[in-house]
């Protein structure tokens, strides 16, 4: 028994999660209409493209996690930015938990992705968790200058970067 979810959730998610979680995704990412289909075998699979053929934009990355990783590559050194703030300047359809979930699976990406500098929107250091130890994502800030205090960043306001603002990226310093 295979089963085939199609809407505007990534296909990825197909192998990283149950489907209860897949749909739960869809569901996050205001994927309103969702189609399941049952199918018996294989050869009743459909095209997943309805025997079109599909041009796909050269700079169009493949995933949502890739359009994540690339807008946190660019969140300059001591600063921080939110998931929130990334899924918003994604200009896709996703959560803030959604980029959660692909920082999380960050670890393994090349190249490397700074996660430990996406943080909630009050700045706590909520995703501390899924580094190799539990204080790794709070020395790693610390080494950038940024001050965290209980899992929290003390001056979140100031060393806070919006990816969504257009202009130059100005590096904060330790006073």
């Given at each position: ?12 998610l ?18 309103a209409?969702?189609i ?47 998931y ?9 359809k ?10 999380a699976a ?18 706590e250091?909520s ?16 080494q ?32």
């Amino acid at each position: 028994m295979i089963f085939i979810i199609t809407s505007k959730a990534t296909w990825f998610l197909l192998r990283s999660f149950t489907w209860r979680e897949v749909i739960a995704v869809a569901t996050a990412a205001n994927t309103a209409r969702i189609i399941m289909k049952k199918y018996l075998n294989q050869k009743d699979l459909p095209s997943l493209n309805n025997g079109k053929k599909t041009a796909e934009k050269a700079d169009k990355p493949a995933s949502f996690f890739l359009t994540v990783y690339k807008i946190a590559r660019q969140v300059p050194r001591g600063r921080v930015t939110s998931y929130g703030a990334i899924a918003e300047a994604s200009g896709l359809k996703i959560t803030g938990r959604m980029v959660g979930w692909a920082m999380a699976a960050a670890g393994g990406a090349k190249p490397a992705v700074p996660a430990h500098r996406v943080v909630n929107s009050k700045g706590e250091l909520s995703g501390a968790a899924h580094f190799a130890t539990p204080t790794l994502m709070q020395e790693l800030l610390e080494q950038e200058g940024i001050e965290v205090k209980n899992n929290k960043i003390i001056n979140f306001q100031s060393v806070f970067w919006n990816p969504a603002t257009p202009g130059p990226k100005k590096r904060v310093t330790k006073q």
